[in-house]
Each structure stands twice: as structure tokens, then as C-alpha cells.
């Protein structure tokens, strides 16, 4: 099995998958709302997580098609089977087939950015395609960072130290902090056509989904942050003090989301 850093085992990645899913559903559903879904259709929801886009797919194939959410670790995932939206535990970096492809989408969020065999993971995918088949993933660009609104620089700068400290740290366990970017050329050598691609980012005060998503980060990583010597206590304390603060307003991630169809023939 795949080491994924932010454990769905933490009692801290309940809130980041609601804030996830605040946060970036609309734009998600925006994306694949463009690609003609029609009912009949067979869709795998890769890494479901929640569950929210698993269970909109499955409204829009209706009866008449399937969706398949899986993920390596699914209790997050807020129902069961339910007709024709199934769920399984599933690791995609292992051999085990998934008996319903081939599909005629694909979508995955923040997974790929996950697994140091990514680039495999998404010829994977496009092999699990049927011809005419849309693949489409989201993913963060880690590179980018700032913040919209602060009372005081200091504010600012423990911001960009905890954020900064984050992603070497998520860095070293394997993610990588530009691969968003990188998408749309990995899905053009696969033979993928009529790409596309779009940004989704938004201020993130106190109580916003983004803010939401920041701050089960920050809790989660704390431990590893502190003993690595990234951040002192005291530092993450005012930290999180400064997550509950109405007027400070960092942005949240930037979220790409490349989309590429297998040609018809
Ligand atoms: C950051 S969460 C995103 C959840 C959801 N896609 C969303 O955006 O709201 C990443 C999800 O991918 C799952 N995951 C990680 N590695 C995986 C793998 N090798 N195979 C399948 N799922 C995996 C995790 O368990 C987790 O639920």
C-alpha cells in the first residue's frame, strides 16, 4: 500500500474532507457539468474521500449507468453502496482491476498529486478509458501562496513560514508541489485530445471552507512540523489563534483541473 501523508485515519481529516468539499465543489462540478454526462454512463470517481462528487455523478448517470467511487482508505465516505453508486477499498497504485471499467469518465481530486508513481497512475487511467472517454484531475499548485488581507506583517510572514514549512515537509513524503502544472502535458503524451484547463482559488477567512482546509493541515501536520524544527510551539500556537481570526485572509489553494478525452478511434 501507497503511504499517503494526511492519514484518513487522523481524527483531523474529517474537517479537511468537508472543507475540501465546501471549498471546491462547485468549481468541480462546473468542470465536469461541461463534458455532456448523460445518463447510462459508467463513471470512477478516484479517491472519493466524502463522497459529495461520487454521489452528484450518481445522480446525473441515474439508474441507467454506474458510478464506482474508490479510495485506498473509504470510511470518510458518507454512505455505502446505494444502488447504483458502489464504493470500494481500492488502492490505485496496486494490481487489483476494477471490474466495472472500462469508463467513460474519470475524475480524481488530489490524489494523483499523492503518488510518486503518478505519471504511471495516469497512463493507468487512460488505459481504464473507453475510447470517447473524458479523464479529468484537480489538483493543487503548491507554488503559489499569499495573503489577501492582515492587520500586521507579522501576520503575513508566519503565514507564508507555516505554509512554506507544510509543503517541504509534504514534499519530502512524496507529493509534489507542481505537478497541477504539469498535468495537461502528461495527458497530451498519453494521446489524450481535446485538453483543457482552468483555476479555481478564493479568499479564505475564519470559518471559510479554504480556512477549513488550512487549519486541519496545520493541526494534523503539528507533530511532525515541530519535531522536524520547522516551527516552535508557541509559532503554531499563534497560528492557529490566527486561523479563528475574522480579519485575517489568506487564499486558499489554487486547484487545477485538467480535463483530456480518449480518442474516438
Ligand atoms: C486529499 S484527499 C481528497 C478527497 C476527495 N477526492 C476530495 O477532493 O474531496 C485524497 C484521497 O485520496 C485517497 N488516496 C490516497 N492514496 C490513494 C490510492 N493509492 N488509491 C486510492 N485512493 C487513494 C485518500 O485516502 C483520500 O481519501
Redesign the pocket.
Known amino acids: 500500500m501507497?503511504k499517503?501523508i494526511?492519514d484518513?485515519a487522523d481524527p483531523n481529516a474529517e474537517d479537511r474532507?468537508a472543507g475540501?468539499?465546501r471549498c471546491?465543489d462547485p468549481f468541480t462540478f462546473q468542470r465536469l457539468g461541461q463534458l455532456g454526462i448523460e445518463p447510462g454512463w459508467t463513471c470512477l470517481e478516484?479517491?472519493?474521500?466524502?463522497g459529495s462528487v461520487g454521489r452528484w455523478l450518481a445522480d446525473r448517470v441515474t439508474a441507467a449507468g454506474t458510478v464506482v467511487v474508490?479510495?485506498?482508505?473509504p470510511r470518510w465516505t458518507a454512505y455505502e453502496n446505494v444502488g447504483h453508486l458502489r464504493v470500494q477499498q481500492?488502492?490505485?497504485?496496486g494490481g487489483e482491476p476494477i471490474a466495472e471499467a472500462p469508463f467513460d469518465l474519470i475524475h480524481a481530486?488530489?490524489?494523483l498529486i499523492?503518488?510518486p508513481t503518478r505519471r504511471r497512475v495516469l497512463s493507468k487511467l487512460v488505459s481504464l478509458l473507453r475510447p470517447g472517454g473524458w479523464l479529468v484531475l484537480e489538483e493543487f499548485d503548491c507554488t503559489r501562496a499569499h495573503v489577501y488581507r492582515a492587520r500586521e506583517t507579522g501576520q503575513v510572514d508566519l503565514f507564508l513560514k507555516w505554509i512554506h514549512a507544510f509543503l517541504a515537509h509534504i514534499a519530502e513524503a512524496g507529493v509534489s508541489l507542481t505537478w497541477a502544472r504539469e498535468v495537461y502535458q502528461t495527458m497530451s503524451e498519453a494521446g489524450l485530445v481535446r485538453l483543457d484547463a482552468a483555476g479555481y482559488e478564493t479568499a479564505s477567512p475564519a470559518g471559510s471552507p479554504g480556512s477549513t482546509v488550512h487549519r486541519s493541515n496545520a493541526s494534523q501536520l503539528r507533530p511532525s512540523l515541530v519535531a522536524s524544527g520547522r516551527l516552535t510551539d508557541a509559532e503554531y500556537d499563534t497560528l492557529m489563534a490566527l486561523f479563528d481570526d475574522p480579519t485575517f485572509t489568506p487564499s486558499s489553494y489554487l486547484l487545477i483541473s485538467t480535463q483530456g478525452q480518449r480518442p474516438v478511434m
Open positions: 501507497t499517503y494526511l484518513n474532507m475540501l468539499e471546491y478516484l479517491g472519493g474521500g466524502g474508490t479510495d485506498i482508505d481500492h488502492d490505485i497504485t481530486r488530489l490524489v499523492h503518488l
